[in-house]
């Protein structure tokens, strides 16, 4: 067989290969697209509270009249999304938000990472300024608040970008807590596997090769 033709071939079985490899690494979970108003805890995500004093974390358990979240009627808190089809309380459409409770509880969103994701993982988004009133936005990590645990906090509004080792059961939580009136947040995350480097090794030995078979050909 021709040199060429081989490399070829060897081309083509390895360079599939790598891209399935990659795509089949990288699970995806979106906080918004995955949103539920009808499931609390749904998946890796679920949609609850911390008292003021960020000791007891509860599921919402009562959905929002509206059909698009979840609150607790009896703090005026809630976490939504809006679907009505315009800007409302400065968050806008298709978005997520949160709003803190009358006493200073505080809205929790979490993500629960599930069985098969292992390792790095990636995580993205952004809090929005939304309604004026003075919010602080924060990630922690854990079942239980502990000031140790903070990954990410910011005044009111700001993007984050996170690289974080986890194992099935670990916790994220995405939170606000400040002022009750016009407390309305948007939020956006998003996690992801980071895949393994295994493909850029096999790349790279695949590379190393075919190299060889170039200087190997025969005179």
Do not use: C
């Not at 400065?90 to 979490?110: A, D, F, H, Y």
């Not at 645990?149 to 690289?163: K, M, Q, R, V």
């Amino acid at each position: 067989m021709k040199i060429q033709h081989l490399r070829q071939r060897l081309a083509a079985i390895v360079i599939p290969g790598l891209f399935s490899l990659t795509a089949s690494a990288a699970p995806l979970y979106d906080a918004t697209t995955e949103f539920s108003a009808q499931n609390n805890p749904n998946g890796v995500w679920s949609y609850g509270l911390l008292e003021s004093d960020f000791t007891q974390f509860t599921l919402f358990e009562t959905a929002n009249p509206n059909g698009d979240g979840w609150l607790d009627s009896g703090r005026n808190m809630a976490i939504w999304r809006n679907d009505r089809g315009h800007v409302e309380n400065n968050v806008p459409t298709g978005w997520l938000s949160m709003s803190p409770g009358e006493n200073g509880e505080v809205p929790v969103l979490r993500w629960t990472a599930p069985e098969g994701v292992s390792g790095r993982i990636s995580v993205d988004g952004e809090f929005l300024a939304g309604d004026s009133g003075d919010e602080t936005a924060l990630i922690f990590a854990g079942g239980v608040y502990d000031p140790e645990n903070i990954l990410w906090e910011s005044g009111d509004a700001g993007a984050f970008h996170l690289t974080l080792d986890m194992a099935p059961g670990d916790i994220l939580n995405f939170a606000i807590h400040g002022e009750y009136f016009y407390g309305n947040t948007p939020l956006s995350v998003t996690v992801e596997s980071v895949p393994e480097p295994v493909a850029a090794d096999l790349f790279l030995l695949a590379g190393t090769g075919l190299v060889a078979l170039h200087y190997r050909r025969p005179r």
